[in-house]
T-cell receptor, first 109, second 111 residues
Framework: DSGVTQTPKHLITATGQRVTLRCSPR?????VYWYQQSLDQGLQFLIQ???????AKGNILERFSAQQFPDLHSELNLSSLELGDSALYFC????????FGPGTRLTVL | DAKTTQPTSMDCAEGRAANLPCNHS???????VYWYRQIHSQGPQYIIH???NNETNEMASLIITEDRKSSTLILPHATLRDTAVYYC????????????FGKGTSLLVTP
């Protein structure tokens, strides 16, 4: 158990819809990272927050956004969903090393 | 971050040592070698990291060549539960930067 929690575990939705994925970092960790893993792209960094502020952006689409709240949990919002957004979404929190949550499997039908 | 090269796949018999190589010939002096693994569809798991000295923990050993251009992760007594994709990542320690996962090595441990 990494100490990082993610909800929900599975999400099935339709194209065009909007979903929110939630992540709670390990106690004391200020950084949260979001990664996407699809079959053809591997693990790709999306975005990082540090203590409520956006720190770095990776290959995140404009349809996607994230935020980190004062209690340090983070949410990843995915809108206007397309079939290609089907993937595993992981969040990680960081002290010296990154610790990953169990992921949310998103299926867009 | 420096680029890494790993074999696509490897096999290992259960109980034997698994030696996973990684080339990182462009590594900079302040970059560490990190290893993570991902067991099927689970979140990646940190294994070990090192700068230039060999490192050992309860999971594995990391051997880094003197010129730091390559390294080997050693799982001393592989079990079926070690079947996973292993990622070698080079980065500045504690930089706070995201991890740049490549394709990794798919290790299959067989009975």
């Amino acid at each position: 158990d990494s100490g990082v929690t993610q909800t929900p575990k599975h999400l099935i939705t339709a194209t065009g819809q909007r979903v929110t994925l939630r992540c709670s970092p390990r106690s004391g960790d200020l950084s949260v990272y979001w990664y996407q893993q699809s079959l053809d792209q591997g693990l790709q960094f999306l975005i990082q927050y540090y203590n409520g502020e956006e720190r770095a952006k990776g290959n995140i689409l404009e349809r996607f956004s994230a935020q980190q709240f004062p209690d340090l949990h983070s949410e990843l919002n995915l809108s206007s969903l397309e079939l290609g957004d089907s993937a595993l979404y992981f969040c990680a929190s960081s002290g010296a090393e990154q610790f990953f949550g169990p992921g949310t499997r998103l299926t867009v039908l | 971050d420096a680029k890494t090269t790993q074999p696509t796949s490897m096999d290992c018999a259960e109980g034997r040592a698994a030696n996973l190589p990684c080339n990182h010939s462009t590594i900079s002096g302040n970059e560490y070698v990190y290893w993570y693994r991902q067991i099927h569809s689970q979140g990646p798991q940190y294994i070990i990291h090192g700068l230039k000295n060999n490192e050992t923990n309860e999971m594995a050993s990391l051997i880094i060549t003197e010129d730091r251009k390559s390294s080997t992760l050693i799982l001393p007594h592989a079990t079926l539960r070690d079947t996973a994709v292993y990622y070698c990542i080079v980065r500045v320690s504690n930089s706070g930067y995201a991890l740049n996962f490549g394709k990794g090595t798919s290790l299959l441990v067989t009975p």
